[in-house]
C-alpha cells in the first residue's frame, strides 16, 4: 500500500499534502474498502456456510429457501437483526453496554490492517505485524468482560469472566507456538514471513521441521480457544448460560458479536496460512500483473478459508469441555510443549543454519501420507453410509 | 418372606401393630399407631431378616367415609425382594405424624408432597413446606373436602361454564 | 418462593467475598422441562443447588378421582409423555388387577411391543439431550432421526407421535396394523449400524468422557436409601429390573440381559454409568421387540371389559420398568366408577430430590450434566 501511494506522489498527485497525511488517508481509504467489501461479505457469508455445513453433519439441510441454495440467507437474517428492537435492560451500565460490542468490534477488524490479500494487496505492511495482531486481539478481552458486566445479569458475568480468562490464558500458547515460525522467518513482517516459503509445500515452514509442524496445531488450537469456538466454546455455552455474555443483546449489537466470531475465524486462517502454508504464493505461470494478484489472492482465500471449514467442522463434532479442563489444558500442556517447541526449534535452527531440504521432503511425504489416510477412512465410511442409505427404512406418510 | 410371617416378627417386638386387615383384593396392611411408626421403619430397616432398606412410596388417603386420614407406606427390601404396606390413621383436624425422613431419606420429599397436597402436618420433618403448589396456597386439594378459593391474586378462579 | 436465604458473607485470606445466587430457570435451554434450580455457587462452584418444582403441575392424580377409571386413559399419557406406553401400561394394569381381568396374550404381546419401542425412543432422547447439554449438537440430531422413525412406526400403531393413549383396560385399542411386522423388523435393522455410529461419535469421545466420568457418583446404599430407580440405580451397581424380578406381562417368557453399571470409566454410579446403562439397554429392547414379533400369535387383543367399570373394594400398588425406572401405582378403590386416591410415584421425583446433595462442589456444567443423566422429565416431577 505504501508503495503504491510513494508511486501516486511521486507522478505529482497530492502534492499539496504533507506524506504522512497522504499515508493516513489512504490506509483509511483502504480499509473502510476491506471492511465493507471484504470483511462483511465473508463473515456474513460464513454464518451460511457454517449453518449449512453444520446442517449437513447434522444429517439435517439447513437453511436453503432464501436464494438460490439459501445463499442470500445471511443478508435476510443481517436484515432482521437490523429492524429488531434495541433493547437496553433497564439496570444495566448503558455507557458500557453500548461500548462493549465496537470495543470487540475494533479488536477484530484492526487485525485485518496487516493481513496480507496478495503480494500487492496489504493495507499496511508491518515491520510488526504478527505482533500487532496478537495485541490487538486482545482487546476483545476488554470488550467481553464490558459486556459481560454491563448487562447486570449474573450469568452474563460469569459468562464474560470464563471468556476474559479463556482468551487471557491461551494467548500464551498461542504467542509461544509463533515463535518457530518466527525464528525460522527471522522476521514478523507478515508478507515477509511469505515471501520465506514458496508455492511447494515442501517450501512451506508447515513441514520445514517436526517443531513447526506440531507449533500448527498447537497454534491452531490455542486460535481456536481464543475465537470462542467449540470444544471452547464456554463464555457462550448455550445449554449452560443461555447465551453467555450476549444474553442481553439484541438486534445490531449481537450482530456485531457474532460478526466478530465468524470473522475471527478467516483471521485464524488467514494466521495459518501466512505462517505455516506459504500464503499466497503461486507458480510462476503468468506475467502479467492482473492474474498474478488474482492468483494469489484466490490462492490465499481458499487456503484460508479451508480452515475457517476446519473449524465449522471441528465444532459439529466435539463436545465442549469443562472450565477448569479448559485452563488445565492450557496451563499444564499446551504452555509446556509451546516452550519445549520453541527452545527445540531454536537448536535446530543451530544446528541447521539454512533448513534441510531433506527433512522437509520427508515431513511433506509424512503430511501426504497422513492426509491419504484420512481420505482413506471418508471413503471407508461414504461405502458404509451408502449402503446404509439404500436399505434405509422410511414410512410414507402416505402409505 | 411372606405377610404372615413379616407380621409375626412385627409383633413380636411391637404388639400394638394390627394386621387384621386383609381386603379382599389387594394387598394386605399393617396398621401402626402414629406414636410408634418411626420406631416400627427404624426396626423394619435395620433388622436383617427384614431389611426393608427402601420406602418406595408414600401417599395420603382421605377416607371421608371414615372421617379419617391415612398415611399409606410402601416398603421394599432390594436384599429379599419382599415388600410391605403400612398404614397410619390420623384425623382430619390437627393430622400430625412423625416423620420417617431418619430412617429413609426419601421420606422427605414425598412427605412434603402429602403435607401439600393433604394438609397432614410431619413432626420433626427439616423442612415441612409446600411442594407442588406456591407457597401462598389456601387449602390441601387432594382432600375430598376441598374448595378451591374464588381468587388467586386477583385472578378469578370460576368462571361460567361455555356449554351452555 | 419462600427461599428466604440470602447472600452470605464468607472471609477469606482477608479479603470478603460473597455466595451469589443463581436462578436457573424455569425457562433454560437445559433444564430438561420446566424445572427452577436455586444455585448458590461461590463462583463456577456450587455449594448448593436447590431444585423448586411445582410448575408443571396439573394435578392429575385428584382428576383421576373425576373421570373414572376408563377415562383416565388419556391423562395417563401426560404423567411422562417421553415414555407414555408405560404409564398407560401400568394404569391398565392397576385397574385390571383390582378387577381380576385377564389380558389375552396377543394384548400383551402387543403391550410389550409397543413398550419397548417407546422405551427405545426415550432413551435416545435422554442420550441425545444428554449430550446436546455437554455440547455436542451432532449425536442430538442423529439419534431424534432415528426416534422419528420410530415415532412414524407408533403412528402407525395409534395414531399419535407422543401422547398414544394406546392401551386400554383389558388389553389394547387395536391390533399390530398390516405391514407393521415388516416394517418394525427393517426398522431395527437400520437401527442396528445407526447406534453403533452413534456410539463411535460421542461415547468413546475424550472430551465428553473427561466431562462426565467420575461426576456425582451414587454408591448403591444411597441410591436405595432415596428410592432411586430404574437405570440410575442399575448405574450404581444394584441389580434390578421390574421385568425380571417382579415379573408382569410376558416378560417371563422373554430372554433379556439387565445392564448395570461397572465404573468402567471413572466411578461406579457416576454420569457416564447411567448413561451407557441407558445405551445398553437400548440393544436389549431391540432384542426384545425382535422376539415378540417373532413369538406372537393370531388373537384377540382386548378382554371384554364393562362400560361403567366398577372394581371391587380394594387396593393395589402396581410397578412397571418404566423407562426411568420403577414407576409405581397406588390406586385405591370403593367400589364405585371413580377410584379413591391414585397416587402415582415416578423415577424423577426421587431423583430429583437427590439433586441437592449430589450438586455440593460440583462445577455449574456439571449441574446440566447431571440432572440430563439422572434423565429427569418435569411432567413426571409434578404430575
Known sequence: MQGYLDSLIAAGWFSALPVQVVYAGGMLLAGAVVLFVFILLVAGFTTFVERRIWARIHSRVGPNRVGPQGVLQWLADGLKLFMKEDLIPAAADRKLFRMAPYVVLMGFVATFAVIPFSSRLVIAEMDIGLLFVLTVTSLVVVGILMAGWASNNKWSLIGGIRGAAQIVSYEIPAGLSILPVVLLAGTLNMQELIRQQGWAPWDWTLFANPFAFVAFFLFFTAALAEGNRTPFDLPEAETELVAGFVTEYSGVRYLMFFLVEWGNLYVIGALVTTMFLGGWNIPPVTDSVFLQTLLEFLTFFFKAYFWVFVAIWIRGTLPRVRVDQLMSVCWKYLVPIAFVNAIATALWIIAFPHGNRVVAFVMTGIGAALVALFFSRVAFHLRRSRVRARNQFTLSPFA | MEFAAILARVQGCFPDVAGDSQPAVGDPWVTVAAAAICDVCTFLRDEPELRFDCLTNQSGLDLQAENKLQVVYHLFSYTHRHQLVLKVDTPRENAVVPTVESVWPAANWLEREIYDLFGIVFSDHTDLRRIMLPDDWVGHPLRKDYVEQEHYHGIATRRESLLR | MGLQEYDIEVERDGLDTEEMTLNMGPQHPSTHGVLRFVVKADGEVMRKATPDVGYLHRSIEKIAEKVGYHGFMPYTDRVDYVAAMFCNQSWAMACERLAAIEVPVRGEYCRVVAAELNRISSHLLSAASMTLDIGAATPFF??????????????????????????????????????????????????????????????????????????????????????????????????????????????????????????????????????????????????????????????????????????????????????????????????????????????????????????????????????????????????
Open chain 3, 142 to 383: 442423529h439419534a431424534f432421526r432415528e426416534r422419528e422413525k420410530i415415532n412414524d412406526l407408533l403412528e402407525e400403531l395409534c395414531g399419535a407421535r407422543l401422547t398414544y393413549n394406546y392401551m386400554r383396560i383389558g388389553g389394547v385399542a387395536w391390533d399390530l396394523p398390516p405391514g407393521f411386522v415388516e416394517q418394525t423388523r427393517a426398522f431395527l435393522d437400520d437401527f442396528e449400524p445407526a447406534l453403533a455410529e452413534f456410539h463411535d461419535l460421542i461415547s468413546g469421545n475424550k472430551i465428553y468422557v473427561e466431562r462426565i466420568a467420575g461426576v456425582a457418583p451414587t454408591s448403591a446404599a444411597r441410591a436405595v436409601a432415596y428410592n432411586l430407580v430404574g437405570p440410575n440405580l442399575r448405574a450404581s451397581g444394584v441389580d434390578f429390573d421390574v421385568r425380571r424380578d417382579i415379573p408382569y406381562s410376558i416378560y417371563p417368557q422373554l430372554k433379556f440381559a439387565v445392564p448395570v453399571g461397572r465404573g468402567e470409566v471413572g466411578t461406579i454410579g457416576d454420569c457416564f454409568d447411567r448413561y451407557i446403562v441407558r445405551m445398553r439397554e437400548i440393544e436389549q429392547s431391540v432384542s426384545l421387540v425382535r422376539q415378540c414379533l417373532e413369538q406372537m400369535e393370531p388373537g384377540p387383543v382386548l378382554a371384554k371389559v364393562p362400560r361403567k367399570f366398577r372394581p371391587p373394594v380394594g387396593e393395589v400398588y402396581v410397578r412397571v420398568e418404566s423407562a426411568r425406572g420403577d414407576m409405581g401405582w397406588y390406586v385405591v378403590s370403593d367400589g364405585s366408577e371413580f377410584p379413591v386416591r391414585c397416587k402415582i410415584r415416578t423415577g424423577s421425583f426421587a431423583a430429583m430430590s437427590m439433586i441437592e446433595e449430589l450438586s455440593r462442589g460440583l462445577m455449574l456444567a456439571d449441574l446440566v450434566a447431571v440432572i440430563a443423566s439422572l434423565d429427569i422429565v418435569a411432567p413426571e416431577v409434578d404430575r
